[in-house]
């Protein structure tokens, strides 16, 4: 293996401060759902999630404050932020709070990143490490949402809401898409990496 820290083996420890911040934040994607398509309680759901949004960046810095890093939490952070923003989405385009022309622009991106990684696999990698712009994207997207959100529920909060959360996710998108560009040179930087050295291997 040649991707370094995404291919160390072991989940490493399980039960540190930032993997339970990580896991909250999971419970957090059906609490969203169950509040904002289940319940008529749509200030909780943009609570929940502008907490959700907010909390992005706590289990990375938790991690390297404590000195608690770990494969487990490098895995759970990208799926707690995955599936906020896959979960949201879903939900807002479905009351038509966003569009589907949205939608379809951020899975897009979504379906390059999963054929990126399924084509590592086959050659034997793991996935890329995080990059910083991705994160950054994420961070952006998961605050554009509850905007969204709140400009559709409050006629009061409209005039700058709804500008201010197109702002964020049009930000947003921008990143998430050259994240996806920096992903793919990295995966091209591992295959390459992986031959030269089977290339050189006795």
Same mark, same amino acid.
């Given at each position: 293996?040649?991707?370094?820290?995404?291919?160390? %083996?072991?989940?490493?420890? +399980?039960?540190?401060?930032?993997? !339970?911040?990580?896991?909250?934040?999971?419970?957090?994607?059906?609490?969203?759902?169950?509040?904002? !398509?289940?319940?008529?309680?749509?200030?909780?759901?943009?609570?929940?999630?502008? +907490?959700?949004?907010?909390?992005?960046?706590?289990?990375?810095?938790?991690?390297?404050?404590? &000195?608690? +890093?770990? $494969?487990?939490?490098?895995?759970?952070?990208?799926?707690?932020?995955?599936?906020?923003?896959?979960?949201? !989405?879903?939900?807002?385009? *479905?009351?038509?709070?966003?569009? #589907?022309? *949205?939608?379809?622009?951020?899975?897009?991106?979504?379906?390059?990143?999963?054929?990126?990684?399924?084509?590592?696999?086959?050659? @034997?990698? @793991?996935? %890329?490490? +995080?990059?910083?712009?991705? &994160?950054?994207?994420?961070?952006?997207?998961?605050?554009?949402?509850?905007?969204?959100?709140?400009?559709?529920?409050?006629?009061?909060?409209?005039?700058?809401?709804?500008?201010?959360? #197109?702002?964020?996710?049009?930000?947003?998108?921008?990143?998430?898409?050259?994240?996806?560009?920096?992903?793919?040179?990295?995966?091209?930087?591992?295959? $390459? =990496?992986? $031959?030269? =050295?089977? =290339?050189?291997? %006795?």
């Amino acid at each position: 293996m040649v991707d370094g820290q995404a291919d160390r %083996p072991g989940l490493g420890p +399980v039960l540190t401060v930032p993997n !339970l911040i990580s896991f909250a934040r999971l419970l957090g994607v059906p609490l969203f759902l169950y509040l904002f !398509l289940g319940t008529d309680h749509t200030g909780w759901a943009v609570g929940v999630l502008a +907490v959700g949004g907010l909390s992005d960046w706590v289990d990375g810095f938790a991690a390297r404050r404590l &000195k608690q +890093v770990s $494969r487990l939490g490098e895995l759970l952070d990208p799926l707690a932020d995955r599936l906020y923003i896959l979960a949201t !989405l879903f939900a807002l385009t *479905f009351k038509d709070v966003v569009p #589907w022309w *949205f939608t379809f622009l951020l899975l897009g991106r979504e379906a390059v990143m999963v054929l990126c990684l399924v084509v590592l696999r086959i050659l @034997g990698h @793991g996935p %890329p490490p +995080v990059h910083y712009v991705g &994160k950054t994207a994420t961070a952006i997207l998961l605050m554009g949402f509850p905007m969204m959100l709140l400009a559709h529920f409050s006629s009061a909060a409209r005039s700058w809401a709804l500008p201010s959360g #197109w702002a964020l996710l049009w930000w947003g998108i921008v990143l998430y898409w050259v994240a996806a560009v920096f992903y793919f040179i990295q995966a091209s930087v591992h295959v $390459r =990496a992986g $031959r030269a =050295a089977a =290339a050189s291997a %006795p």
